[in-house]
C-alpha cells in the first residue's frame, strides 16, 4: 500500500472556525490531491498539487485553500468552516513518472461541523 | 469538460449472480484513461483496473471483467459469480492524458452501490 497519511481521521468542529487537514506521505510522488465525498456526488476534487509549493483549484474549491511547503505534506485549511463541508476528505497521490499513473488513496478524515 | 456517469445508483444482487455495473462517460479528447476503483465499507478506495483509449481489448481478472466499447463510450464492469464480499460502492473515473498541470486529475462518477445478498 502507498505510504499515505491523513490526520485527523475524524474531527468534529463549530461552524466559523478554522480547520486543517493533513496528508502525508512517503511515497516522494510529485501530484497531490484533496477530493471530498459527498452522497449523490461521488468524489469532486477541491484543490491538487503538482510540485512544492505550486497548487491549483478543482472543482469544488471554494472555501477551501492548500499549502504545500514540502513534498511530503499537503495540507488543506477551512478558513472559516460551515456546515456544508461536512463530508470525507481523501487525499491522493501520484507519481506523474508514467503517463496512465493510478492514483493512491489515503483513508480519508470524516469532518462534521456543527 | 469530461463527465463520468454512473446511472446505477444502488444494486442488490443474490451471492453468485453476474452482475454488470454501468459506465458512460463524456470527453472530447482522443487520449484518454480510464479507471475503476472499489469503496467497501470500510471506506478506503481501492484501485482495480485502468484502460487508456488506444485498448478496446476486453481484460478479465479472476471473477472480474471489463469491457470498453469506444463507440458507446462506455466501460462497464462485470462481477461473475458475487460474492458476499463484493459488496461495495464501485466508481467509474476518468482522466485526460495531456502533459500541463494537473494532468493527472481524475473525474469520478457518482458511484454504484452494490449490495450481494447472502
Known amino acids: 500500500d502507498a505510504g499515505i497519511t491523513q490526520s485527523p481521521r475524524h474531527k468534529v468542529t463549530e461552524t466559523g472556525t478554522p480547520v486543517t487537514l493533513r496528508c502525508h506521505q512517503t511515497e516522494n510522488h510529485r501530484y497531490m490531491y484533496w477530493y471530498r465525498q459527498d452522497p449523490g456526488h461521488g468524489l469532486r476534487l477541491i484543490h491538487y498539487?503538482?510540485?512544492?509549493?505550486?497548487?491549483d483549484k478543482g472543482e469544488v474549491s471554494d472555501g477551501y485553500s492548500v499549502s504545500r511547503s514540502k513534498t511530503e505534506d499537503f495540507l488543506l485549511t477551512l478558513e472559516s468552516a460551515t456546515s456544508s463541508q461536512t463530508s470525507v476528505y481523501f487525499c491522493?497521490?501520484?507519481?506523474?513518472?508514467?503517463?496512465?499513473?493510478?492514483?493512491?488513496f489515503g483513508s480519508g478524515t470524516q469532518l462534521s461541523v456543527l | 469538460a469530461q463527465k463520468v456517469t454512473q446511472a446505477q445508483t444502488e444494486i442488490s444482487v443474490v451471492e453468485k449472480e453476474d452482475v454488470t455495473l454501468d459506465c458512460v462517460y463524456e470527453?472530447?479528447?482522443?487520449?484518454?484513461?480510464l479507471f475503476w476503483y472499489k469503496q467497501p465499507p470500510s471506506g478506503e478506495l481501492v484501485f482495480l483496473i485502468r484502460r487508456n483509449s488506444f485498448d478496446e481489448q476486453n481484460e478479465i481478472s479472476g471473477r472480474y471483467s471489463w469491457n470498453f466499447q469506444k463507440s458507446t463510450s462506455s466501460f462497464n464492469f462485470t462481477i461473475t459469480a458475487s460474492q458476499v464480499v463484493d459488496s461495495a460502492v464501485y466508481f467509474c473515473?476518468?482522466?485526460?492524458?495531456?502533459?500541463?498541470?494537473?494532468?493527472?486529475?481524475?473525474?469520478f462518477g457518482k458511484g454504484t452501490k452494490l449490495s450481494v445478498i447472502p
Open positions: 498539487s503538482y510540485g512544492v509549493k505550486d497548487t
Open positions: 470527453t472530447r479528447d482522443t487520449t484518454y484513461y
Open positions: 491522493a497521490i501520484s507519481g506523474g513518472t508514467a503517463i496512465d499513473e493510478k492514483l493512491f
Open positions: 473515473a476518468l482522466r485526460l492524458a495531456y502533459s500541463g498541470a494537473g494532468s493527472y486529475q481524475l473525474t
